[in-house]
């Protein structure tokens, strides 16, 4: 067994290999752009070099002569498309905002010409002999533009519903012994996943097929139809792999219709790849935010005020925000509360869902303030948050189904050897380098989806499941199949699971963190089915809904390890009894707490996503605790995070090895979010500058020495039948916080606004 | 450069080729539109296609190409050999690495007339009757990948990384494989993978 298969604890499945391992490491599992098509034409995307203004004219003379150009669409002669609404309001796109609509743009980076041709390489030349006259206005690029509006959230985006507060926050920060004010920043930052944002598109008389990294096969394919104008039974989404998504590819991004309706006017299939640096602005991204924190705190710790006013940005069309405050003004105990979460537009392309959207920079805010009152009160940080740990939400006093944070400090404190740090900022070193620990909370919510499944099994154990659920990275693929193999007592290699395609039954969004909960309870209760049949036909006369918990512990929740296939059913004379060679059922799940509309949303390709703070008598989030160790040289002020520790707790853990690999990678884009990445924008142009992966900083193998995860086991039986909470957007949250408060701890030096770099340290 | 002359039609000359590879570097690879005018016309229409056979994973492939083709586009387009993919396609993320001889090369920035008369190896060119290559086997026992999209070339860097010497320690495997980006972070699982393969293939 290796350091990537930790040894399952209670309530964990086996940390079997990926069920898509071998296809991955020999180059045969299929993305998007490797699905081969039949003569394909290939696209290349002209976009915007301005960022708001019109398009006067374009010169396609010079274009139009390179050889094996096709045609050249722009908004003179674009297929006309239908408008879709914003996801966030309820529709499918991630912006409003459709190109090649007319001579206005938007935004930097918008596509404002498609250039078809026999080849790649033809079609890119004649892309960059594209000449464009426009007329440019200035442009509002952020915050410290001008020409900005800034409104509240609430009551213009539809998924904010409220600003948190209760009791008397003013009277009570006024009266605090102790009070902490600070204001803090996050940047622009770009998910770019791997695989770029390709597109290909084939029609088969009325039939389109798309080809295309989605983590929501159901949207794009509802959202392509009726941009398109036709039955959405018309549109097939496949894609059973997806180079990463990270959020990029939740919501519809314009050049799906567009490619479509160009490929079917041209009668032939079209592939799409655009470049690494058209991501930065065909697709959506974080947007920058501002935070000011106000907390009051008696000498002893306890919390007696709480403010968290957030600024976000967004595009002119469109009203997105991530609105963190919903989490951030539950988590610790308090009893006054207020907050505020404002919007201001600015001419940008809409912003978007990038992996923990609301927490990341929230919780950046809120863990940076709770380890400034820890200096105030000359307090230990994990002490501080002990003294706050609470059962209960303070804003609506809902309990939470189960809390291990404090558990989590204390398993990463241990781990980490917290104990031995100084607490006295500077004072500890070696050699040239500054040494700080620091330490934050993260927590994200719980949320669930319906979903449908159709699963099939065969008299010799083959099993056969169906999910439109999507392989971002997560291990859907591995462990759907554990789920179906122990519910139905087959073996694992006995089944089969195929996802990633709008032709299966709905899955949910890739998104929010709720694909395991939800596919897993779609498939453990169509299992359930499955054996019900099989069960009646042994046991007709027995009272099916008895035998069938005493047997297999259907009903009990959650069940999974009931279901286990210690008394395994005799398949052959199950089937002898039944007369049938294979049993084949569908079943649609939905949560508790589910919309009545769920079901027909679920075949709308309509998320409806439940849990977390939103729920009506209870409160779901799964929890954990960071510590890192990070070096800041005294001469250079080159900063290092040598060693990143993390313990998480979210409910079953469906299997460690998967869940331990998305935990690190979250550590690391944690540490990615401190102190690497942000995309620059060109103030007066509001363009981005940094486009591409040589001047956006990821991290790399080297960046990452030392990264430790820790699994926590928690049984949670309130949320959902499978029991698991999720944990794809744990990790990366909090991470921030706590190496800026390391960097305190190094140098002394409080840093508000990410990323840091050795230019802003001053030792 | 030295090996492109070997196999030419359609009146394709170096000279010409060279001419026209530098005129196009002038030429920006984005799309973005500019309102520069000048531009040098190139000599010859490099669109018109030339023969070329690339030696791949052991077999000789004869293929007629743009000149302008890369070694990634030519395995991904003309020979359906996908597993390398384009990250980005400026050579900054390694996702398209292969090797030709026993070097790691970016495949978006080789063109592939440049890679003529060598032997070109890619990830579909490991497993020997089904049989996986030690680094693959590696890479699966030590979840060394999330979305799988960076892994063939994590995998083809990896295996030149331990060739060229570099995998003694773990800051060594750490340093030398940090050209290949992985977005997912499965950066401490590649290097146990590294680790855990390199004595078998060092030993052959």
């Avoid at chain 1, 206005?137 to 410290?144: E, G, L, W, Y």
């Avoid at chain 1, 040589?694 to 995860?709: H, K, Q, R, S």
């Avoid at chain 2, 080729?17 to 030429?27: D, T």
Wanted: proline share 5%; net charge neutral.
């Amino acid at each position: 067994m290796t350091a990537a298969a930790p040894e399952p604890k209670a309530n964990m499945g086996k940390p079997v290999p990926r069920y898509d391992a071998v296809a991955k490491v020999t180059g045969r599992a299929t993305y998007g752009s490797d699905m081969p098509l039949d003569n394909p034409a290939y696209a290349f995307l002209v976009t915007s070099a301005i960022a708001k203004g019109r398009i006067n004219s374009f010169d396609l003379e010079d274009a139009k002569r390179v050889r094996g150009v096709i045609d050249i669409v722009t908004h003179e002669n674009a297929p006309k498309l239908k408008e879709s609404k914003l996801f966030s309001n309820g529709g499918y796109a991630g912006t409003t905002i459709q190109p090649l609509k007319s001579a206005d743009i938007a935004h930097d980076g918008e596509i404002i010409a498609v250039v078809i041709a026999e080849s790649y390489e033809a079609a890119r030349e004649a892309a960059n002999r594209v000449k464009v006259n426009y007329s440019a206005v200035t442009p509002s690029a952020s915050f410290d533009s001008q020409g900005t509006t800034k409104a509240a959230a609430k009551g213009q985006n539809a998924q904010f519903k409220e600003d948190p507060k209760v009791g008397d926050f003013a009277k009570a920060f006024d009266e605090a012994e102790v009070q902490l004010t600070a204001s803090y920043e996050t940047p622009t930052q770009h998910h770019n996943p791997m695989e770029l944002f390709s597109t290909s598109c084939a029609w088969m008389g009325d039939t389109l097929v798309i080809y295309e990294p989605s983590q929501y096969v159901y949207g794009l394919k509802n959202g392509v139809a009726e941009q398109l104008g036709i039955d959405a039974d018309k549109v097939r989404v496949v894609n059973p792999y997806v180079g990463g998504g990270f959020g990029s590819r939740g919501s519809m991004t314009p050049r799906t219709a567009i490619i479509a309706g160009i490929a079917k006017r041209l009668n032939r299939p079209i592939k799409l790849v655009p470049t690494r640096d058209q991501g930065f602005t065909i697709a959506t991204y974080r947007a920058e935010t501002r935070h000011e924190i106000k907390l009051g705190a008696s000498r002893d710790g306890k919390l007696v005020a709480l403010r968290h006013e957030g600024a976000e940005v967004s595009s002119r069309a469109d009203p997105y925000c991530v609105g963190g405050t919903k989490t951030t003004t539950r988590l610790y105990a308090c009893p006054n509360v207020d907050s505020l979460v404002s919007i201001v537009r600015a001419d940008r392309n809409t912003p978007g869902f990038m992996r923990s959207p609301p927490e990341v920079p929230y919780l950046f805010a809120l863990e940076s303030a709770m380890d400034e009152l820890a200096v105030k009160l000359n307090m230990d940080p994990v002490e501080l948050r002990r003294i706050n740990d609470t059962t209960n939400e303070p804003i609506g006093g809902k309990p939470y189904t189960s809390r291990s944070l404090m558990a989590c400090f204390d398993e990463a404190a241990k781990a980490f050897g917290w104990a031995q740090r100084s607490a006295a900022p500077k004072s500890m070193s070696d050699g040239d380098w500054l040494i700080g620990y620091g330490c934050a909370a993260t927590c994200y919510p719980t949320q669930m989806a319906p979903a449908a499944a159709r699963v099939r099994l065969q008299r010799d154990g083959r099993t056969r499941v169906e999910i439109a659920g999507h392989e971002i990275g997560t291990g859907a693929y591995t462990i759907l199949a554990q789920t179906a193999a122990e519910r139905l007592g087959v073996p694992l290699e006995k089944v089969a699971v195929f996802i990633g395609d709008s032709d299966l039954p709905p899955g949910p969004v890739a998104g929010g963190s709720n694909s395991t909960a939800s596919t897993c309870s779609a498939v453990m209760m169509v299992c359930d089915q499955v054996r019900q049949r099989l069960f009646k036909a042994l046991m007709p006369n027995e009272s099916l809904a008895d035998k069938a918990k005493e047997t297999v512990g259907m009903g009990q929740t959650p069940s999974t390890e009931a279901a286990r296939s210690d008394r395994p059913l005799d398949l052959e004379k199950a089937f002898d009894a039944l007369g049938a060679g294979v049993v084949e059922e569908y079943g649609e799940w939905k949560p508790e707490g589910a919309p009545l509309d769920s079901f027909k949303a679920m075949h709308s390709g309509h998320a409806r996503l439940v849990g977390g703070a939103a729920m009506k008598d209870k409160i779901a989030y799964a929890f954990g605790a960071e510590f890192v160790e990070v070096r800041v040289n005294r001469f250079t002020h080159e900063i290092r995070a040598p060693r990143l520790v993390g313990a998480f707790a979210a409910g079953r853990i469906m299997n460690p090895r998967t869940a331990r690999s998305q935990l690190m990678g979250g550590l690391i884009w944690g540490m990615s979010s401190a102190l690497l990445e942000a995309t620059e924008i060109d103030e007066r142009t509001a363009r981005y500058v940094n486009d591409n992966f040589a001047d956006y900083l990821v991290p790399v193998n080297a960046d990452v020495p030392g990264v430790e995860v820790i699994l926590l086991s928690e049984q949670d039986d309130h949320i959902n039948p499978a029991g698991a909470k999720g944990l794809g957007e744990l990790a990366n949250v909090g991470t921030n916080a706590a190496i800026c408060n390391a960097i305190y701890h190094a140098t002394g030096q409080r840093i508000r606004k990410l990323p840091v770099r050795l230019e802003n340290i001053e030792v | 450069m030295s090996d492109i002359s070997s196999s030419q039609s359609s009146g394709f000359d170096r000279r010409a080729f060279m001419a026209g590879a530098a005129g196009s570097a002038l030429v920006p690879l984005t799309a973005r539109a500019t309102a520069q005018e000048a531009r040098a016309p190139a000599v010859q229409d490099p669109a018109l296609p030339v023969d070329v056979t690339l030696r791949v994973n052991g077999q000789d492939k004869r293929l007629s190409l743009d000149a302008r083709t890369t070694v990634l586009d030519a395995l991904r387009e003309h020979l359906k050999l996908t597993g390398s993919k384009k990250g980005c396609d400026h050579g900054q993320c390694g996702a398209c690495t292969v090797l030709i001889g026993d070097r790691r090369v970016v495949s978006c920035l080789t063109l592939a007339l440049a890679a003529e008369g060598q032997e070109i190896t890619t990830v579909e060119g490991l497993a020997t009757n089904d049989r996986l290559h030690p680094m693959q086997q590696a890479f699966v026992d030590n979840d060394a990948f999330q979305c799988g999209y960076c892994t063939p070339g994590q995998i083809m860097s990896a295996i030149a990384c331990v060739k060229e010497g570099h995998a003694g320690t773990d800051a060594d495997i750490r340093e030398y494989m940090s050209g290949n980006i992985c977005r997912c972070a499965a950066y401490p699982n590649i290097v146990a993978a590294v680790k855990q393969a390199a004595p078998e293939i060092v030993k052959g």
